[in-house]
């Protein structure tokens, strides 16, 4: 069975300090790997996806993703936090060949400026 | 470009009432997904359609069930709602080649008295 591990409920970070969003998880097969962003009161945006080839991925904001396959990790990093930044983010997996998209339970995000 | 489109955005239901939440995209996606998020616990998979015809139980089917009117909608219904159906509910569609992200609606805010 697929599961998605995100083991810090927040994460504070200050302004302009690298940040860092873990997530492990457990999938049959290959994994296709993906991080979305929940802003307040908003519905789920697409950050990144990890389907194949380079293990770094780069995404939408200057956020970029690490695939790690012997951690089975997939953690979200970016250089330089931004107050603009805090929000909901949540780790995804699909098995290959799959439809089902599991999630995480989610990390808040806390910039402080 | 409106992508994915719910309504309502918000309901108060009596339990034992039953409603209707609508769901439609214009991206010409074959894959639609209904989820529900509750506190601490993310994301979880309601049902699915993996193309126009077809529908699947998700983790959490139980109380609900959906229609794929045409490619275009998809919707939920809970025919007798329970105070532990209260929850924020997101549709969201994808391509369906099981490699893309999924674009999700606003939400629908739902409370059960």
């Known amino acids: 069975a697929q599961s998605v591990a995100q083991p810090e409920d927040q994460v504070n970070v200050a302004e302009g300090n690298p940040l860092t969003v873990k997530c492990t998880y457990s999938?049959?097969?290959?994994?296709?790997l993906f991080w979305y962003v929940q802003y307040p009161n908003r519905g789920l945006q697409f950050l990144l996806k990890?389907?194949?080839?380079?293990?770094l991925v780069k995404g939408s904001y200057g956020f970029e993703a690490e695939f790690n396959k012997s951690q089975t990790s997939f953690h979200l990093k970016k250089p330089s936090a931004l107050v603009s930044d805090s929000a909901l983010y949540f780790c995804?997996?699909?098995?290959?060949?799959?439809?089902?998209?599991?999630f995480g339970a989610g990390t808040r995000l806390f910039v402080k400026a | 470009n409106a992508g994915v489109t719910q309504t309502p955005k918000f309901q108060v239901l009596k339990t034992g009432q039953s409603m209707t939440l609508q769901c439609a995209q214009d991206m010409n996606h074959n894959s639609m997904y209904w989820y529900r998020q509750d506190p601490g616990m993310g994301l979880r998979l309601i049902y699915y359609s993996a193309s126009e015809g077809t529908t699947d139980k998700g983790e959490v089917p139980n109380g609900y069930n959906v229609s794929r009117l045409n490619k275009r909608e998809f919707s939920l219904r809970l025919e007798s709602a329970a105070p532990s159906q209260t929850s924020v509910y997101f549709c969201a569609s994808e391509t369906g080649t099981a490699r893309g992200g999924y674009t999700f609606g606003s939400g629908t805010r739902l409370t059960v008295v």
């Open positions: 990890y389907i194949t080839g380079d293990n």
């Open positions: 995804a997996v699909k098995n290959t060949g799959g439809f089902k998209t599991i």
């Open positions: 999938v049959s097969g290959n994994p296709y």
